[in-house]
């Protein structure tokens, strides 16, 4: 079943992100918008670019959200008034090649499989008489030849061992 969702996470190295000097010199609050936009933009694929619009959205105080935003600017671009994230463009844009290729190599796959079951019917019979073919689907279970053994019927000897004798005899109620 084809699932047209978006993908629901990306991949972030944070050992890469952390190495950088823009990102060590940056305070506390500038480093949580940094990953709080980032997250937007994710699910959002973009956040407004408007201090007022973008605090009120994020729950935060404008005067916050105005004095640590052109510190995370460099990390994003500004498109139609909004603010987006090239890096997770690129990467959704990625991660949508990387699906397309598989669906793509799931239908030949399909088509190869579904090949190999196929045969062409014959026009002989009642239907279509301009040619066009028909597949008929064969099943692939075969009826074994082999014939089952005959059935062997267990017979009761008598057991020769006291403890046997004394438990029949108790199940029995003798």
Known sequence: MAQSRDAPAYQEYPANFMARIQYRVMSLAERGLLLTLRHECWVNKQVPADPCTLARMLGYEVNEVSAALPAVMPYFALAGGCIVCPELDAYRAHLEG????QSQGGRQGAAKTNSKHTKPLTNDGPGDSTGDPRVRRES????SSVQPSSIQVLSETPVSDEWVNEYDSASNGY
């Not at 990387?98 to 290729?101: G, N, V």
């Not at 692939?140 to 009826?143: A, I, N, P, S, Y």
């Open 98 to 101: 990387i699906r397309e290729r």
């Open 140 to 143: 692939l279970v075969q009826l």
